[in-house]
């Protein structure tokens, strides 16, 4: 079974600030995606990183996914409200194979 | 349809009641998933499938727990003689599946209470 890790659990921020979550894994994923999920909603992506090593900038967010594909970290600048929400990362196998999730980070970002 | 759907949005049942949970994912797509998340946490896996094969239902948490696709669409995810620790939100994602598995699409979820 793949499982993955997330860090910190909980994070709670002024507005402004500037943060990073982390996703660890002992398994190689074929892809690795980041989710944000809201009270009452279902996850929806963020982003998909495929190659070991890419970094991807989505507006504030910056997203990197490890060299052996093992692992990927996600970085908000200058973080806003708007940002508050589970912050969950997803890796999957190849061909039609799962999508494992991680516990998630709950980020509260406060005005 | 537009996205994935998921019927009943909730479902209050007494102890030891069956239940059937329904999920309709979007057209086309080739895996779906089952997953139970609780607060706060993130979705628990319990079984997929690719077309109408169950790919892996290791995640189910006992046999009262079973699924099914029986023609490649639409799924159900059937809990017989409930117990109050069943009690959760139930998600359905799918995707496209093969080398295009990059996005899992999730319902609303059907949350389940047991009383």
């Known amino acids: 079974t793949q499982l993955l890790e997330q860090s910190p659990q909980f994070l709670s921020i002024q507005e402004g600030e500037n943060l990073t979550v982390y996703c660890n894994s002992s398994?190689?994923?074929?892809?690795l995606q980041w989710y944000r999920q809201e009270p009452g909603e279902g996850p929806v992506l963020l982003v998909t990183?495929?190659?070991?090593?890419e970094v991807k900038k989505l507006k504030r967010l910056t997203f990197q996914f490890g060299d052996a594909r093992k692992d990927s970290s996600l970085h908000i600048t200058a973080a806003q409200p708007g940002d508050t929400g589970l912050y969950l990362c997803?890796?999957?196998?190849?061909?039609?194979?799962?999508?494992?999730f991680g516990p998630g980070t709950r980020l509260s970002v406060l005005p | 349809g537009a996205g994935v759907s998921q019927s009943p949005r909730y479902k209050v049942t007494k102890r030891g009641q069956d239940v059937a949970l329904r999920c309709d994912p979007i057209?086309?797509?080739?895996?779906l998933y089952w997953y139970r998340q609780a607060l706060g946490q993130g979705p628990e896996f319990l079984t997929y499938?690719?077309?109408?094969?169950?790919?892996?239902k290791s995640g189910l948490p006992n046999d009262r727990f079973s699924a099914e696709r029986p023609e490649g669409s639409i799924s159900t995810l059937t809990i017989q003689r409930t117990e109050q620790r069943d009690s959760a939100m139930y998600r359905c994602?799918?995707?496209?599946?093969?080398?295009?598995?990059?996005?899992?699409?999730f319902g609303q979820g059907t949350r389940l209470t047991v009383v």
């Open positions: 994602a799918s995707s496209l599946g093969g080398v295009l598995n990059t996005e899992a699409f």
């Open positions: 398994s190689v994923f074929s892809s």
């Open positions: 990183v495929v190659t070991g090593g």
């Open positions: 997803a890796g999957a196998g190849n061909y039609g194979q799962n999508f494992v």
């Open positions: 057209s086309g797509h080739v895996s």
């Open positions: 499938f690719n077309y109408e094969a169950q790919q892996d």
